[in-house]
């Protein structure tokens, strides 16, 4: 039986009754013991491999709630336009890649945003077709809800008026030649989809490889991931990383959504809620009850203050909502909902209000617009706000001008929310936002994105660096009720922990932006090092 000892470190437990620690002594991968570096050395030290963390902070192991691996893998085969700061810059990107592309080739990209741009606005389809005209191109939003095709695109789906847009998408049209304008919103892009090639298992699994490690590096050693979509279906994605995690021994303890269509895979590969070990586990059903808030098609209870033509749409009417939910709980699983705008949240919980809790939480994804009436129904055992803090630095200040001064006011509340007692966990969204679970932690504790230097959007909402810390450790525990053996460094419980190459807890918290991972540990084994 190997006894490991971390010594010499200024390790936060997680704990209130004994907040910081000196060393910790894992065996099995679970924390056996924990105490002071005199005393666990004096219990542990002759039959122990000590490893000195030199002083460094360590926290339980940080935990992502929600993000999409499997996109992220695939972000590494595409064009990257996260770094456009205007449509001439897009442009030129987009010409580059067709440059160096055959005639005929997809060509997908991913990640422009048009509220980075200092000037130009969204590429017309005349300018795609200008820089890519023997090339079909997709090219998604940095939210991944509104898509940008050319028309070698649409010729190669065939596309005509009256074709069939699937439910919840829209095609945007000229209003007055009728005529497609290149955007497609929600699943409009399942039109195209089918249409692009897709990557061979061995391409998915060696881009699923690279997010794996990339997510171990940046200090995480859990995951909350939603990726049937793009990995082909619940048997093959289950299959991609159980070979990669369980077999191959990357350790990133994974908890896979399943995407609602998928439904009849659970039943007939006969998983469940907990199915799994460990490292990989099926989660939740993954549905969308609205899309976002930059192309205005998050749900909204009144018209947006900046366009009072539309108040967004639902994905899914209230009647096939609350089917979905049904459908969810007759196979014993929870539901895990994008719910952005507060018609959708309403929604939502309407529908959730019709049945009993299932064994594991449900989670209300984004909640970014919760009216005080809806605060008050989210405050349940059973019911857990999945939150992504870092959307306040990509959404700001652009959102106040969408939803309006009183409804901002509503909208990004953590510390509101917390002292209401809704339980909430963090996450990154990635690829939507970058991967750096300390970058949403900032987002969280300054309300500013990196570079700002006024005092905060709503600083009253401030949470502090443990509340915010909580948010990736014991938040993405709760999740799927495992409080009780991950989220804390407590004796039994496994020993996942990140290491940092700064003090958090008395830091400026502008210092989180130069703060690096040193070390990641999951039961015990150490699967980075910086």
């Not at 442009?91 to 130009?120: C, H, M, Y």
Request: charged share 25%; aromatic share 6%.
């Amino acid at each position: 039986m190997t006894t490991t000892i971390f010594t010499n470190g200024h390790i936060y437990t997680g704990d209130q009754q004994t907040r910081f620690v000196e060393a910790i002594v894992v065996r099995d991968g679970l924390v056996h013991d924990l105490g002071s570096d005199a005393d666990m050395r004096l219990q542990w030290g002759k039959e122990a491999h000590v490893i000195d963390l030199q002083g460094r902070t360590v926290t339980p192991g940080l935990i992502d709630s929600h993000l999409h691996l499997g996109w992220q893998g695939l972000t590494f085969l595409q064009l990257d336009l996260g770094k456009a700061r205007s449509k001439d810059d897009m442009l030129r990107l987009i010409k580059q890649r067709v440059d160096e592309t055959a005639p005929g080739e997809w060509i997908e990209g991913f990640g422009w945003d048009e509220n980075l741009f200092a000037s130009g606005g969204i590429p017309s389809i005349e300018e795609l077709d200008h820089v890519a005209p023997h090339c079909p191109i997709m090219l998604s939003r940095i939210c991944g809800h509104a898509h940008l095709i050319n028309s070698k695109a649409l010729e190669k789906i065939g596309y005509h008026k009256e074709m069939p847009v699937p439910a919840g998408g829209v095609v945007i049209c000229d209003e007055a030649s009728g005529q497609p304008t290149g955007m497609l919103l929600e699943t409009a892009s399942n039109l195209v989809r089918p249409h692009i090639p897709k990557p061979d298992y061995a391409q998915l699994k060696k881009s699923l490889r690279r997010s794996i490690q990339y997510a171990m590096q940046h200090g995480l050693t859990g995951a909350h991931t939603e990726d049937l979509r793009e990995l082909g279906g619940l048997a093959q994605t289950y299959q991609l990383y159980d070979e990669l995690i369980n077999q191959e021994g990357l350790a990133l303890r994974c908890n896979l959504l399943v995407y609602y269509p998928h439904m009849h895979e659970l039943r007939d590969l006969q998983m469940h809620a907990g199915y799994g070990n460990d490292h990989v586990r099926i989660g939740a059903v993954k549905i969308f009850a609205d899309g976002a808030l930059g192309r205005r098609t998050a749900y909204l209870s009144a018209p947006y203050a900046d366009d009072p033509s539309t108040s967004g749409y639902p994905v899914h009417e209230q009647e096939e909502l609350t089917e979905l939910v049904r459908q969810a709980r007759s196979l014993s699983m929870p539901i895990a909902v994008h719910t952005i705008g507060d018609k959708a949240l309403e929604m939502v919980l309407d529908s959730l209000d019709l049945f009993a809790p299932a064994a594991y939480p449900d989670r209300l994804i984004h909640t970014q617009i919760v009216r005080p009436d809806l605060l008050e129904r989210l405050r349940h055992p059973h019911r857990i706000a999945d939150i992504q803090p870092r959307f306040l630095a990509g959404d700001f200040p652009w959102v106040i001008d969408r939803v309006g001064p009183e409804r901002i006011s509503n909208s990004y509340i953590w510390k509101t929310m917390l002292n209401k007692g809704i339980i909430c966990a963090g996450g990154s969204d990635t690829p939507v936002e970058p991967i750096d679970p300390l970058l949403g932690i900032h987002a969280a504790v300054t309300r500013k994105a990196p570079g700002d230097t006024h005092e905060g959007y709503m600083p009253e909402e401030k949470l502090t660096m443990e509340e915010a810390i909580a948010l990736f450790t014991v938040g993405g525990a709760q999740v799927t009720a495992e409080s009780h053996v991950k989220g804390a460094l407590a004796r039994g419980k496994f020993a996942d922990m990140t290491v940092y190459s700064h003090e958090l807890f008395t830091m400026d918290p502008d210092a989180l932006l130069e703060t690096k991972i040193e070390m990641t540990v999951i039961g015990g084994k150490v699967v980075y090092t910086r």
